[in-house]
């Protein structure tokens, strides 16, 4: 299971957009990045995911660098209903996802 | 989109007792499911990768005996805390793929978890 790192809080005010980074030096040449959020008592929400190239949905855009070392889940315009805890996940090759402890976002009014 | 349904959503119950949990995948078919836990202010630990039609492989320190994982169907999963303790209380969390998307590039869904109290 590769690593990755986040920083464990951030705050956003409501209505800007919500950056955050994830910084995965070790990812190899297959692997995903993956992005889930977990608001408290739910189980995770599926984001987004990519593999090289920048993502975009309905719900936010992934920037990935291009020596794929890191990422950012960009969130245009953050709600109160955002604010839960992010996690950036590799996947590939391996069946399952191992989650890391995440960026907590507290999005503010 | 992909719907994992877990159930019950919380349970109370008493030491020494057993516990069921469900996992249903509702519009697609999993041949593989995932059991997670989470203790309290703690990222979700996988416990143990339930094959259909065969025996669950669990993670290192995950009791077997203690946490029964049968995979009956593609569609449903079942997690059986046995003889459960105050220690077992937790989040337990399911997860599953549609069983036609390739592993690499495909996101797990999840449930909603079960809270199990213990008492």
């Known amino acids: 299971d590769a690593k990755t790192t986040q920083p464990p809080s951030m705050d956003c005010a409501e209505g800007r957009a919500a950056n955050l980074p994830c910084n995965h030096s070790t990812i190899s040449g297959n692997e995903y990045v993956y992005w889930y959020r977990q608001i408290h008592s739910q189980g995770p929400q599926y984001i987004i995911h990519g593999l090289k190239n920048n993502e975009t949905n309905e719900m936010a855009s992934l920037i990935i660098t291009e020596d794929r070392k890191s990422s950012t889940l960009i969130l245009p315009h953050a709600t109160l209903r955002d604010t839960a805890v992010y996690y950036c996940i590799l996947g590939g090759g391996a069946n399952n996802l191992f989650f890391g402890t995440g960026t907590r976002l507290t999005v503010i009014p | 989109g992909a719907v994992v349904s877990q159930h019950p959503s919380w349970v109370i119950c008493k030491s020494g007792t057993s516990v069921k949990i469900e996992c249903r995948s509702l519009?697609?078919?999993?041949?593989?499911m995932f059991w997670y836990r989470q203790f309290p202010k703690q990222s979700l630990m996988l416990m143990a990768t339930?094959?259909?039609?065969?025996?669950?492989?669990?993670e290192q320190g995950v009791e077997k005996d203690k946490f029964l994982i049968n995979h009956a169907s593609l569609t449903l999963s079942t997690l059986t805390v046995t003889s459960a303790h105050p220690e077992d209380s937790s989040f337990y969390i399911c997860?599953?793929?549609?069983?036609?998307?390739?592993?690499?590039?495909?996101?797990?869904?999840f449930g909603n978890g079960t809270r199990l109290t213990v008492t």
């Open positions: 339930s094959n259909e039609g065969s025996k669950a492989t669990y």
């Open positions: 519009d697609f078919q999993a041949t593989t």
């Open positions: 997860s599953a793929r549609d069983y036609r998307a390739p592993s690499y590039n495909s996101p797990l869904h």
